[in-house]
């Protein structure tokens, strides 16, 4: 029998905290599916989830972030249609200015009120659920 499991990913929600109202960057991605993403990437075989976000924001941004905590897991079959992934999101900050590196053709800072509509993936679920975390406090419901 052959088994097919989903592909763990790291999706990192960065904000800037040296600038005001704490921007959070996003990528535009330079491969299909095309649109802005947070920043993120599969984790490699071996690599704890914790490496593996650090490691993608720096190759896609360019920054050294610190990890403030482990925001969810979102895991819908049809959130990337590459494949079924599942993706352990993390809350972060970083200061500096960011550079758009690896698979990222731009790099964006954006405030709550300026995020781009042309999201990939789920990432507009994802950052509804996290401005809502971050603004209220509310923490997003599983299911």
Same mark, same amino acid.
């Given at each position: 029998?052959?088994?097919? +499991?989903?592909?763990?990913?790291?999706?990192?929600?960065?904000?800037?905290?040296?600038?005001?109202?704490?921007?959070?960057?996003?990528?535009?991605?330079? +491969?299909?599916?095309?649109?802005?993403?947070?920043?993120? &990437?599969?984790?490699?075989?071996?690599?704890?989830?914790?490496?593996?976000?650090?490691?993608?924001?720096?190759?896609?941004? &360019?920054?050294?972030?610190?990890?403030?905590?482990?925001?969810?897991?979102?895991?819908?079959?049809?959130?990337?249609?590459?494949?079924?992934?599942?993706?352990?999101?993390?809350?972060?900050?970083?200061?500096?200015?960011?550079?758009? &590196?690896?698979?990222?053709k731009a790099v964006g800072i954006f405030e709550p009120w300026s995020v781009p509509s042309n999201l990939?993936?789920?990432?507009?679920?994802?950052?509804?659920?996290?401005?809502?975390?971050? +603004?209220? &406090?509310?923490?997003?419901?599983?299911?």
């Amino acid at each position: 029998m052959t088994y097919r +499991n989903p592909a763990p990913t790291v999706d990192i929600i960065i904000e800037l905290i040296d600038r005001p109202h704490r921007p959070i960057i996003l990528i535009e991605r330079h +491969n299909e599916p095309f649109g802005w993403a947070i920043p993120g &990437g599969f984790i490699d075989y071996g690599e704890p989830v914790e490496v593996a976000a650090r490691r993608e924001a720096e190759e896609e941004i &360019g920054l050294q972030i610190e990890l403030i905590e482990q925001f969810l897991v979102y895991s819908a079959p049809s959130r990337d249609p590459r494949q079924h992934t599942i993706s352990l999101v993390f809350l972060a900050i970083a200061t500096g200015e960011p550079v758009a &590196g690896d698979d990222a053709k731009a790099v964006g800072i954006f405030e709550p009120w300026s995020v781009p509509s042309n999201l990939c993936f789920d990432h507009d679920r994802i950052l509804r659920d996290y401005w809502r975390y971050r +603004n209220d &406090g509310i923490r997003p419901r599983l299911g």
